[in-house]
């Protein structure tokens, strides 16, 4: 769509810029000043440059929190990402079967985050839990209290649960909108629905899952809640994940320095990999038409 | 429909449903049977755990605070992000990309880091422990989703009708809202979707926010977890309780989820 120059459009976007303003550069700032300063009191404090910064890099605390952060955030897009796929291709297109499976699928997207925590907990528990009582019966030995294994695969089915859906949610709305005169010109073609899958559903599919594995990546990058209530991100430290580790810091042990240096990176961390996740994505998209255009 | 299709379909329902479905058979035992041995429905059914949460102020209290924040949040995100959605889709400006790519750039912030200096900021403005402190928080990440999501659905309305409103003599006012808001009613009902979604599930910022009198039910939860063990009856009634606003809303906006998760730019 052509748009036209208007600088007076600013003044419809105003409202937004000064409301994220206040909630986003205030704080923001506010963290930056903390991270290069050793605070005392009130009226005590000094000017340190990046000593925390160079301090919290070195930790083996967020060094271990990070690896295990990563580690956590692709295995989830891993799973969710083709299984998400997987649900949209199944879901029922027509009649009353489509609204439930729609309100099906949204729901363990609308209960809050603790709750999912304690759902699972309740689920899971191997003494009042169905699916540890169920798992001890078949005779595997399971608890996640106590096993980092376990609480790590319960940590991760959980999440699975919880967040498949919006990537099966969000295929299926991409699939409504391919108009059935693809499908029948593949029918006169006799694709194989592996065929039909590859050139005409996945490809149409892409822009919605750029959204998704987005919107994936930051939300399980900054998971807090769900495995605070579930494991408390233990057994040891083994489900503590990156903000985890930062509420420890600032609120537990009140080390503001070296939690807002921290801080500062782990954002810096998030904007960087979602930016890398968008240019290849696009690049790989401009490729490809350059490639058509060729031939 | 083929019939491995409806059996994986139904398979994964099942997985979906499956932990709701204890959680809801938890709520209506007592702590004695949920305890004492496993069974698939309450041997005896009681009520107990739901009263205790209808008949003590300070639990339900929890679902108005809740639910008044989220109201406010969602009310606040469609006011400022409407015609900043409306300016993105139809004009050139200066900085228009750089605005829109710092807005998404919010919703890339970790809660966690924002923990403290929200703490601060908003205990300096007198904002604390308020309902709206904890809606503005939560515009952080909703207003910045609002705006791309509607974005999307307004450039998909052509430039046309625009212009022919205004032909025909139409104030930009009553045109926006007369004419314009009803051809993209389902990306306002998606935006309201999303910004519900987000600010319901959120507890870091709500509770750090918050102590009495604006705290939401999600942080009231906690106190069923005691020196003497947990009360898993009344946590499981409480939490089945914050499952209800979830399904009203998908009620509602059921029809518009499909056209409306593709965020209108497929």
């Known amino acids: ?295 | 429909m083929t019939r491995s299709k409806r059996i994986g379909i139904i398979s994964y329902s099942a997985f979906v449903l499956l932990p709701i479905y204890w959680l809801i058979n938890m709520s209506f035992k007592s702590n004695e049977e949920i305890t004492g041995g496993l069974s698939l429905w309450p041997q005896q059914f009681t009520f107990a755990n739901y009263q205790v949460i209808f008949t003590d102020p300070s639990w339900y209290n929890g679902y108005f605070n809740s639910v008044y924040y989220v109201v406010l949040n969602s009310f606040i995100t469609l006011v400022v992000a409407l015609p900043a959605a409306y300016a993105f889709s139809r004009y050139k400006f200066v900085g228009d990309k750089h605005l829109f790519f710092w807005l998404l750039t919010n919703r890339m912030a970790p809660p966690a880091v924002f923990l403290l200096p929200f703490f601060q900021l908003y205990s300096s403005v007198g904002l604390f422990d308020t309902h709206i402190a904890v809606a503005l928080a939560h515009c952080l990440f909703s207003v910045p989703l609002a705006v791309w999501i509607l974005e999307g659905f307004m450039s998909a309305v052509p430039r046309e009708i625009d212009e022919t409103a205004y032909i025909d003599g139409y104030s930009f006012g009553h045109f926006f809202i007369r004419l314009f808001l009803p051809l993209i009613s389902s990306g306002i009902g998606v935006t309201v979707f999303f910004s519900f979604m987000f600010s319901w599930v959120e507890l870091l910022l709500a509770r750090t926010l918050t102590s009495v009198n604006a705290k939401p039910i999600a942080a009231i939860m906690t106190r069923t977890i005691g020196a003497s063990g947990v009360d898993w009856g009344v946590l499981a009634a409480a939490g089945v309780l914050t499952i209800i606003p979830g399904i009203l809303v998908i009620y509602f906006v059921r029809n518009h989820v499909a056209k409306g998760f593709a965020l209108g730019r497929v």
Request: proline share 4%.
């Open chain 1, 1 to 295: 769509m052509n748009k036209v120059q208007n600088n007076k459009a600013w003044f419809l976007v105003l409202p937004v810029f000064l409301l994220v303003a206040f909630s986003a550069v205030i704080p923001l700032m506010t963290v930056v000043n903390y991270s290069v300063q050793d605070i005392f009191d009130q009226n005590n404090a000094y000017f340190v440059g990046l000593e925390w910064y160079q301090e919290v890099l070195s930790d083996p605390r967020l060094q271990d929190s990070l690896a295990r952060q990563f580690l956590y955030s692709g295995t989830v897009l891993l799973i969710e990402v083709p299984l998400g796929i997987c649900v949209a291709l199944m879901m029922p297109t027509r009649g009353w079967t489509a609204s439930l499976s729609l309100i099906v699928l949204a729901l363990p997207l609308l209960i809050p985050w603790n709750v999912v925590g304690t759902i699972w907990q309740i689920f899971a528990r191997s003494d009042i839990g169905l699916l540890g009582y169920v798992i001890n019966g078949l005779g595997i030995d399971y608890n996640y209290t106590s096993n980092p294994v376990d609480a790590w695969i319960t940590v991760l089915l959980m999440d699975v649960w919880h967040w498949t859906s919006l990537i099966a949610l969000l295929c299926y709305s991409g699939l409504r909108a391919i108009p059935d005169a693809y499908y029948q010109a593949a029918r006169i073609d006799r694709a194989s629905s592996w065929a039909i899958f590859r050139f005409i559903q996945l490809p149409k599919l892409q822009g919605v899952l750029i959204i998704g594995v987005l919107l994936r990546f930051m939300d399980s990058f900054m998971i807090y809640t769900e495995p605070f209530v579930l494991t408390g991100g233990g057994p040891g430290n083994s489900t503590t994940f990156l903000s985890q580790t930062l509420t420890k810091m600032a609120i537990g042990q009140f080390d503001i320095g070296p939690a807002a240096a921290f801080s500062i990176i782990y954002f810096l961390i998030v904007l960087l990999v979602s930016w890398l996740f968008f240019t290849t994505i696009t690049h790989l998209d401009k490729d490809k038409v350059k490639e058509q255009s060729h031939d």
